[in-house]
Every structure is written in C-alpha cells, then in structure tokens.
C-alpha cells in the first residue's frame, strides 16, 4: 500500500511535463514558422509543403481562415525573392 503515494507525485510529473512539452513545443514551432526563409536550392512546392507543416504544429487544429491567411503571408514573406513573390501573389 505504501506504493500508492509515489505513483501521485510521479503521474502528475509526467503530465505537468508533457503540458510543458507541449506548450514549449509550440512556442518555438511558432518561432520557426515566422522566421521561415527559402533555402538557395528548395523549390517552391517543397516550401509550401514545410510552411504547411510548420503552420500545423504552430497552430494545432485550427483550420480558420484567418490561419489560412497566415500561412500564406509567411509563405510570401519565405520566398524571399520580391519578383517571384509578385508572381505567385
């Protein structure tokens, strides 16, 4: 019976932790989203394509325009070449 008192402590370390990962985990997908630029030798689908992924972890779930709208601002502002970007624009 004198198990039970360490398996409180050690069950809610584990999901403080996990809530910690998780919160920390979307700080810097956050961070990596808005400092996302084009690689010299990636194309722009392969860009697109990690925008996407890096939209996804930044911002779990949500599916809203306005998430659209970001996401396609940041991919705008990744490409980093100014007459390409008015193209794709």
Excluded at 48 to 63: N, V
Aim: proline letters at 4%; charged letters at 35%.
């Amino acid at each position: 019976m004198g198990h039970g008192k360490n398996v409180v402590p050690a069950v809610s370390g584990k999901v403080a932790y996990t809530f910690w990962k998780l919160r920390h985990g979307r700080k810097v997908s956050k961070q990596n989203f808005q400092c996302r630029r084009r690689r010299p030798d990636e194309t722009v689908p392969e860009l697109a394509q990690d925008i996407r992924r890096l939209m996804t972890l930044a911002y779990p779930g949500d599916r809203s325009s306005m998430a659209e709208r970001l996401a396609k601002e940041h991919f705008l502002c990744a490409i980093d070449d100014q007459e390409l970007e008015l193209k794709v624009r």
